[in-house]
């Protein structure tokens, strides 16, 4: 969502093509954020995961594509100065030395935090989209939406099984509990989301 620019919303259909927008622009950042994280990754899992979370991200990119389509309008894009901040804290971790266990699991913070951003916003114009009775469009950002949520939940279980932090028992003990650092802990590091979303979690 750009911050510095005056907007006029008139209707519900202004605002849904300014979201998307602002969606369309922060899809096209990750392209492009990715490949780095994952060049900086240290663990094969983490890799991966990012990796395949990058293919998910193009194919959401041309998904945005055809809803724009949809709804008659050119795909643009506009700032999204909130993905930019999180690309630019994804960097601090990128460019960050110490322990490569310790740095993975900043990537995978920095990585959680991108995927909760997007949840938030594909839930926010699917449901402008079905309010404004484009079914259609709605039915594909829930497409988008439902994949955002298990790319969020796999990092969930991937920061559960990780071994990082296992050695490094003053942040286990300083910090259990406290979302991804809970890496070695017992309890899920994102709990309250994970018990809501499946109690087999
Ligand atoms: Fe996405
Ligand atoms: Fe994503």
């Given at each position: 969502?750009?911050?510095?620019?005056?907007?006029?919303?008139?209707?519900?259909?202004?605002?849904?093509?300014?979201?998307?927008?602002?969606?369309?622009?922060?899809?096209?950042?990750?392209?492009?954020?990715?490949?780095?994280?994952?060049?900086?990754?240290?663990?094969?899992?983490?890799?991966?995961?990012?990796?395949?979370?990058?293919?998910?991200?193009?194919?959401?990119?041309?998904?945005?594509?055809?809803?724009?389509?949809?709804?008659?309008?050119?795909?643009?894009?506009?700032?999204?100065?909130?993905?930019?901040?999180?690309?630019?804290?994804?960097?601090?971790?990128?460019?960050?030395?110490?322990?490569?266990?310790?740095?993975?699991?900043?990537?995978?913070?920095?990585?959680q935090?991108?995927e909760h951003?997007?949840i938030?916003?594909?839930?926010?114009?699917?449901?402008?989209?079905?309010?404004?009775?484009?079914?259609?469009?709605?039915?594909?950002?829930?497409?988008?939406?439902?994949?955002e949520e298990s790319t969020d939940k796999k990092t969930d279980?991937?920061?559960?099984?990780?071994?990082?932090?296992?050695?490094?028992?003053?942040?286990?003990?300083?910090?259990?509990?406290?979302?991804?650092?809970?890496?070695?802990?017992?309890?899920?590091?994102?709990?309250?989301?994970?018990?809501?979303?499946?109690?087999?979690?």
């Amino acid at each position: 969502m750009g911050m510095f620019s005056s907007k006029q919303f008139d209707s519900f259909d202004t605002l849904l093509v300014d979201q998307l927008e602002d969606l369309y622009d922060a899809e096209q950042r990750l392209t492009k954020a990715l490949p780095k994280m994952a060049s900086a990754a240290h663990s094969s899992t983490l890799k991966s995961a990012i990796q395949q979370h990058l293919q998910q991200t193009e194919n959401h990119v041309t998904r945005l594509e055809r809803v724009f389509r949809i709804l008659g309008r050119s795909p643009q894009g506009t700032t999204c100065y909130a993905m930019k901040g999180l690309i630019e804290e994804g960097q601090e971790a990128i460019d960050a030395t110490g322990d490569p266990d310790v740095k993975d699991a900043a990537l995978i913070a920095a990585a959680q935090r991108v995927e909760h951003y997007e949840i938030a916003g594909y839930g926010t114009v699917r449901t402008f989209a079905e309010r404004l009775g484009r079914s259609d469009a709605a039915q594909l950002l829930q497409e988008t939406l439902n994949e955002e949520e298990s790319t969020d939940k796999k990092t969930d279980a991937d920061c559960r099984t990780e071994r990082q932090y296992q050695g490094s028992g003053e942040i286990n003990n300083r910090n259990r509990g406290h979302g991804l650092l809970s890496f070695a802990a017992p309890q899920p590091c994102n709990q309250s989301t994970a018990q809501a979303r499946s109690p087999g979690l």
